[in-house]
């Protein structure tokens, strides 16, 4: 079964300093997703960033990027220029690709609070 | 294009009555997901349907839980019989057919208190 590993329970950044969430997964599968959301204090899950597994480049949507290592499975998400509104839980989330046994579920990791200081 | 809809979005139920959570899909989405959330833990998956079909329910409790999505109208997540155990908040994800895009788009949830 996959499993999705946050070792991080808490993170603190200074505003406008860049910080780095850890994620790491376990699959056996070659073809899948890996998500981050976003989950402030109003607890909707807001969609940060997705990488497909079969692409080298790693995703960036603005101040936000992966690092993507597939060989070593892990993916962790890079946050620049941090800003008070980034402060929230960040989940980094795996999906199976097409296939057979595929439902498509999310699978999630336990969250990394993060906390940007003024 | 309005996103996905849930309701209501705080409920609260004595031990042993019902609740109804339903979840309405962004447009042109067939396909919607059941999570729940307990405090201070991360989403844990529970269903997957498509429109009058069950695909995934390994992640449900066999017993008070069910779901549905009929042809016309929300989905449903019903919980029969609520117990302290139930408290948590659950939510509903949508996406298109996957082939096409495999990205879930989330609801804002629905906080059920069993008192």
């Known amino acids: 079964a996959q499993t999705v590993t946050q070792s991080q329970p808490e993170m603190s950044v200074q505003e406008a300093e860049t910080v780095t969430l850890s994620c790491t997964y376990d699959t056996s599968e070659n073809n899948y997703y890996l998500f981050w959301y976003k989950q402030p204090p109003s607890r909707q899950m807001i969609l940060v960033i997705r990488?497909?597994?079969?692409?080298?480049q790693n995703a960036t949507e603005n101040r936000f990027s992966v690092n993507f290592q597939k060989a070593a499975k892990s993916f962790s998400l890079k946050i620049s220029d941090s800003q008070l509104g980034d402060t929230a839980m960040y989940f980094c989330a795996f999906m199976n690709g097409p296939g057979m046994s595929s439902s498509y579920k999310l699978i999630f990791g336990s969250g990394t609070r993060l906390l940007v200081r003024p | 294009n309005a996103g996905v809809m849930q309701n209501p979005r705080h409920l609260v139920r004595r031990r042993g009555q019902e609740a109804r959570l339903r979840c309405s899909p962004m447009?042109?989405?067939?396909?919607v997901y059941w999570y729940r959330q307990l405090p201070e833990e991360g989403l844990k998956f529970m269903v997957y349907l498509q429109k009058e079909n069950i695909i995934d329910e390994s992640g449900m409790p066999k017993e008070r839980f069910s779901a549905e999505f009929p042809k016309e109208g929300p989905s449903i997540l019903r919980i029969q019989q609520v117990v302290r155990g139930d408290s948590a908040a659950y939510f509903c994800a949508s996406s298109p057919p996957p082939g096409l895009a495999e990205t879930q788009y989330f609801g804002p949830g629905t906080r059920l208190l069993v008192l």
């Open positions: 990488q497909e597994a079969y692409k080298q």
């Open positions: 447009k042109g989405h067939s396909h």
